[in-house]
């Protein structure tokens, strides 16, 4: 049972890193810093955009547009740190005491 809360622990924690990747990526699309037209930016946007859009997509369903400030990301991301944390306390326990 630990090993697969560490497992899905660890699958939570890749997930805030690409929300992270993906949130870096559109800033330095937007300010210009690098080429959207390059192939290999293009397969990493478009990765990253596969991954992260379908939970933005729920997630700006229920928040109200802010313009252009996009807070789908963070939500998302303290969504995912709440979820961690929860099963740890309440499935930690028993999986701890199965040692």
Same mark, same amino acid.
């Given at each position: 049972m630990y090993a697969v809360l560490t497992l899905v622990?660890?699958?939570i924690e890749i997930y805030i890193w690409i929300i992270i990747a993906s949130a +870096?990526?559109?800033?330095?699309?937007?300010? !210009? +810093?690098?080429?959207p037209r390059n #192939?290999? +930016?293009?397969?990493?946007g478009? !990765?990253?955009? #596969?991954?992260t859009e379908p939970a933005y997509r729920r997630i700006? #369903?229920?928040?109200?547009?802010? !313009?252009g400030l996009d807070l789908a990301p963070l939500i998302l991301i303290l969504g995912l740190m709440f979820l961690r944390n929860?099963?740890?306390?309440?499935?930690?326990?028993?999986?701890? !005491?199965?040692?």
């Open positions: 622990s660890q699958i +870096v990526l559109s800033w330095l699309l937007a300010f !210009g +810093v690098i080429n #192939r290999f +930016v293009y397969m990493i478009d !990765g990253l955009h #596969r991954l700006r #369903r229920f928040i109200p547009s802010m !313009g929860l099963l740890w306390e309440t499935l930690g326990p028993m999986a701890a !005491g199965a040692y």
